[in-house]
């Protein structure tokens, strides 16, 4: 007969504990590759690279521990060091009143999302739709990182609040036709004097307007007056080439009359001082012969009228009748 299954006896003697039949070293094994993994991973969070256009703020506990350039470096593994890279070198840029989509020889803009970041008070009381960027480089990262808890955003403000300043103490036509120069050069030299106040490590490079036109809702109405203000500088234009036309024109025949003028007085001065001298000569020789000059005079003065005479009529100086109803009757009655 088969004996029968035993059964163990749970008061009986308890075996070996776990493991007690692996090797001696396994601890040590486990302890040595958890020592690796440790030394690997902080090897591997010590060693950081700087790139060319960059330098790096080092953190130690929270504290400026130093500035790293362009390299390959190390630092304290396990967050004992934080490595902060901040760009030097490139020039950075802020756009206002738009965005740029797609840079390039034809590059697209993106404007409705950030239509109230340009529109601007002038001084006339007008609203301009200013569209502007700023280009800038970082001079100081100790400076960028810690003086500024925000320093895009705190560049932003000051821009915004800078642009704003400088056009609200011009009119809108200075704004929108001659004054952009002026309006660029004198924003950036305030934003430039507010970020080095706060020690920002900021260096402003440029400051350009890029369009600056009247807001959509008034800017057909706007045009009307820009055309009505060509059409009056157009008019005159025209009335000043008219005038310097005419002006002289009527100065030369003004002078030309007066010349003429002159010229007919003076020749009827000579005329009339001839005249006076020959009469004073026909007076003296009347004097001396008085009889004689006064006959001559007188044919001379018939050679004169004489020929112009159609018919003469000759008198007896004896005659007494009349004549008049005779020389009425010659002519044909008339």
Known sequence: MPFPHKVP???GPVGPPWGANLPKNWLQFV??????????????????????????????LGRYSGLAEPGFHFKLPFGLDEVRHIPTRPVLKEEFGFRTVKAGVRSE???APFAAESLTLTGDLNIADVEWSVQYRITDPVQFWFHLEEPVETLRDVSEAVVRQVIGS???DQVLTVGRQEIEIE??????????????????????????T??????????????????????????NASYNRE???????????????EGQRQQRINRAL????????ILSEYKKAPEVTRRRLYLESMVQVLPGVDEITILDAAHQAPVLPLLQLQGGGK
């Open 9 to 11: 006896d749970p008061t």
């Open 31 to 60: 302890l040595y590759a958890v020592l690796a993994l440790t030394v690997l991973v902080g090897l591997k969070g010590a060693m950081y690279t700087v790139s060319t256009e960059e330098q790096a703020v080092i953190l130690r």
């Open 109 to 111: 803009f993106a404007k």
């Open 170 to 172: 011009r009119t809108v």
């Open 187 to 212: 924003a950036m030299r305030l934003l430039q004097e507010a970020l080095s106040s706060y020690k920002s490590g900021i260096k402003i490079v440029a400051l350009q307007l890029r369009n600056v």
């Open 214 to 239: 009247p807001p959509e809702p008034v800017q057909a109405s706007f045009n009307d007056v820009n055309r009505a203000e060509q059409d009056r500088e157009q008019l005159i234009d025209t009335a």
């Open 247 to 261: 002006i002289p024109a009527a100065e030369g025949e003004a002078l030309r009359t007066v010349e003429q003028a």
């Open 274 to 281: 001839g005249d006076g001298g020959r009469f004073t000569k």
